[in-house]
């Protein structure tokens, strides 16, 4: 029931965008991973997914700490979310030096951060990936925000090894009123006291004129 209602919900925005592209005499675009504009905004205070910002966290507020020694870091190549659908690769995403964390490439990849934290390093893993995405319908974490808890999700590394998380929560955070720097450092991206999956995507209510989304999911694991 669930999962109709969603996809009833997706193809209403599709309706939606489509209509707003013909009120405004232009083609259909991409509503995720679009260029920035020169004019536009280089920070992003909270998950963005690419439309009209070029990434989903600003990590200024907290710079990452560069004198703590780390353990060699293990890159991972793919997730794997049995009961979310999911095996995609991973690829590594970029931070810029305003600290915005750039969106994943496209609807089937997941991207991860290394310059937070590596699997096998004992820290929150951050990754981030697109809910769904323009002319292609749900993407890769369509499902994620609905995984209970206990749910498990695998990460391969390139050099062979696996690393298990079990789902613990899954938050949704309005972008305007509830995502707030120190949400993001303390409840996103910063340290939780043992090795985490933070998962990150859009959600909640769509926005057409503004071809966004008003909410972000955020979802927590725990290495098992």
């Given at each position: ?11 209403a ?27 536009e905004?280089v ?9 009209r ?12 700490a ?26 590594t ?5 305003d ?26 893993v ?13 993407a ?29 929560w899954?938050?949704?955070?309005h ?7 120190e ?42």
């Amino acid at each position: 029931m669930v999962a109709k209602q969603r996809e009833r919900t997706f193809e209403a925005r599709l309706s939606r965008r489509s209509a707003l592209a013909a009120l405004a005499g232009v083609a259909a675009l991409p509503l995720v991973g679009r260029a920035q504009d020169a004019d536009e905004a280089v920070i992003a205070e909270a998950p963005s997914f690419g439309v009209r910002r070029p990434g989903p966290v600003e990590l200024a507020a907290a710079p990452l700490a560069k004198d703590v020694p780390q353990a060699k870091a293990l890159v991972p190549v793919q997730m794997v979310v049995p009961n979310a659908g999911v095996d995609a690769p991973v690829e590594t995403g970029t931070i810029t030096p305003d600290g915005v964390m750039v969106d994943p490439s496209g609807p089937w990849v997941i991207t991860w951060y290394d310059a937070i934290a590596a699997p096998g390093q004992g820290r929150n893993v951050v990754m981030a990936a697109h809910l769904d995405w323009w002319e292609v319908g749900p993407a890769v974490f369509w499902n994620v925000p609905s995984l209970p808890a206990g749910d498990l999700v695998s990460l391969s590394m390139e050099d062979g090894s696996h690393y298990d998380y079990a789902i613990e929560w899954s938050r949704l955070y309005h972008v305007a009123t509830e995502l707030t720097p120190e949400v993001i450092q303390t409840e996103v991206v910063g340290d939780t006291g043992r090795e985490s999956l933070t998962m990150i995507t859009c959600g909640g209510e769509f926005d057409p004129a503004a071809g966004e989304y008003l909410n972000r999911y955020v979802i927590r694991a725990n290495k098992v």
